[in-house]
T-cell receptor
């Protein structure tokens, strides 16, 4: 009964490849997010998405694209991977109510060689 | 844009003692939410405590409490009776009260404080 799950937990790949990270939440939440945590542990929002709107952090390269097949899933596709993309990527979800916390997935450690 | 600053990259405290982690933020909004998240070595992000800016009363959750000073834009976390399991990275985070568009607002995080508990 994991609330927010991500697959895979670890991903090692070569520069230039295209990869996807999957995220699923079984909490019935309306909104999902992707965050990037760099090597210095700094967490930064990449995308926020619900069935009405996708909000993209303007600093995110367009090689990154979220795809939501349904309300419970928000997958992250990354094209032409670069060394600097190595990081831990967290998916999160929250209800639409304003004061509710975000529930985080376990994170995916991406290593680009 | 909002910013969150944690000025202590690392803190150390003896087991059973009290420690305070500092956080300041910058915003032009009057209504917002503040959070402290804990990230142990397992890297799971765990909510410790949250505060609504319109509430004057400081939030408390068992051994964890905050000192929220709205005018000073300060939001410190106090951990009483520190335990070995409290060792982790602690992140202060901010979110607007007024949600944009369909309500999809992310958190703005500080850079974190690494808390070490000395046995």
């Amino acid at each position: 009964d994991t609330a927010v799950s991500q697959t895979p937990k670890y991903l090692v790949t070569q520069m230039g490849n295209d990869k996807s990270i999957k995220c699923e939440q079984n909490l019935g939440h309306d909104t999902m997010y992707w965050y990037k945590q760099d090597s210095k542990k700094f967490l930064k929002i990449m995308f926020s998405y619900n069935n009405k709107e996708l909000i993209i952090n303007e600093t995110v390269p367009n090689r990154f694209s979220p795809k939501s097949p349904d309300k419970a899933h928000l997958n992250l596709h990354i094209n032409s991977l670069e060394l600097g993309d190595s990081a831990v990527y967290f998916c999160a979800s929250s209800p639409l109510e304003e004061n509710n916390e975000q529930f985080f997935g376990p994170g995916t450690r991406l290593t680009v060689l | 844009a909002q910013t969150v600053t944690q000025s202590q990259p690392e803190m150390s405290v003896q087991e059973a003692e009290t420690v305070t982690l500092s956080c300041t933020y910058d915003t032009s909004e009057s209504d917002y939410y503040l959070f402290w998240y804990k990230q142990p070595p397992s890297r799971q992000m765990i909510l410790v405590i949250r505060q609504e800016a319109y509430k004057q009363q400081n939030a408390t959750e068992n051994r964890f409490s905050v000192n929220f000073q709205k005018a000073a834009k300060s939001f410190s976390l106090k951990i009483s009776d520190s335990q070995l399991g409290d060792a982790a990275m602690y992140f202060c985070a901010y979110r607007n009260h007024e949600l944009t568009g369909g309500g999809a607002d992310g958190l703005t995080f500080g850079k974190g404080t690494h808390l070490i508990i000395q046995p």
